[in-house]
T-cell receptor, first 117, second 114 residues
Framework: GAVVSQHPSWVICKSGTSVKIECRSL??????MFWYRQFPKQSLMLMAT?????????EQGVEKDKFLINHASLTLSTLTVTSAHPEDSSFYIC?????????????FGPGTRLTVL | GNSVTQMEGPVTLSEEAFLTINCTYT??????LFWYVQYPGEGLQLLLK?????DKGSNKGFEATYRKETTSFHLEKGSVQVSDSAVYFC?????????????FGKGTKLTVNP
């Protein structure tokens, strides 16, 4: 079964509004989660690393004030797209980092399709 | 910087055909290499991985060998099934600095027809 869920799976919003996307780790506690963005026929681009109880680490070129990340608990991270515009339309994917004796593995959520009108 | 290049898709095969999806990489250190698969409507799943040169990752009949000399990690399967239809992503993780960041290729869509 799925170990990572995302909500909503798709959302349509008007330009200028804010949208919150949730990423939940279902099977284990996760101190580290990642947020990716995927454009059509493009690879996944890492946006930020979300650390429980501390500020997220953003990749170069990603606007911190536009993409707000909150990792308030060990099972939940949220990405808020503030004042969304059509160019923010994309597929947003989160992943959860799980550590074990065999190494670290990222488990991915099913993604959230955002369309900004 | 680190990057991954994989063959452009889409790839369409008949059932029981041989599959190869090419993947090459550029990395500053000694990366770990991964293949992820994304079935329709689902999240990415780890298919296989290799952490050092000459390692072979395998799972569900798929194989890939870490070739340092050619900086490649090609995915192969001897006989594909309809259920293998999905998008396949090659990725690397460069552990320098303790980072867990993954760098992905663009993905290759595979369609297997009965």
């Amino acid at each position: 079964g799925a170990v990572v869920s995302q909500h909503p799976s798709w959302v349509i919003c008007k330009s200028g509004t804010s949208v919150k996307i949730e990423c939940r780790s279902l099977d284990f506690q996760a101190t580290t989660m990642f947020w990716y963005r995927q454009f059509p026929k493009q690879s996944l681009m890492l946006m930020a690393t979300s650390n429980e109880g501390s500020k997220a680490t953003y990749e170069q070129g990603v606007e911190k004030d536009k993409f707000l990340i909150n990792h308030a608990s060990l099972t939940l991270s949220t990405l808020t797209v503030t004042s969304a515009h059509p160019e923010d339309s994309s597929f947003y994917i989160c992943s959860v980092l799980a550590s074990s004796y065999i190494g670290d593995t990222q488990y991915f959520g099913p993604g959230t399709r955002l369309t900004v009108l | 910087g680190n990057s991954v290049t994989q063959m452009e898709g889409p790839v369409t095969l008949s059932e029981e055909a041989f599959l190869t999806i090419n993947c090459t990489y550029t990395a500053t250190g000694y990366p770990s290499l991964f293949w992820y698969v994304q079935y329709p409507g689902e999240g990415l799943q780890l298919l296989l991985k290799a952490t050092k040169a000459d390692d072979k990752g395998s799972n569900k009949g798929f194989e890939a060998t870490y070739r340092k000399e050619t900086t490649s990690f090609h995915l192969e399967k001897g006989s594909v099934q309809v259920s293998d239809s999905a998008v396949y992503f090659c990725a690397l993780r460069d552990p320098q600095g303790g980072s867990e960041k993954l760098v992905f290729g663009k993905g290759t869509k595979l369609t297997v027809n009965p």
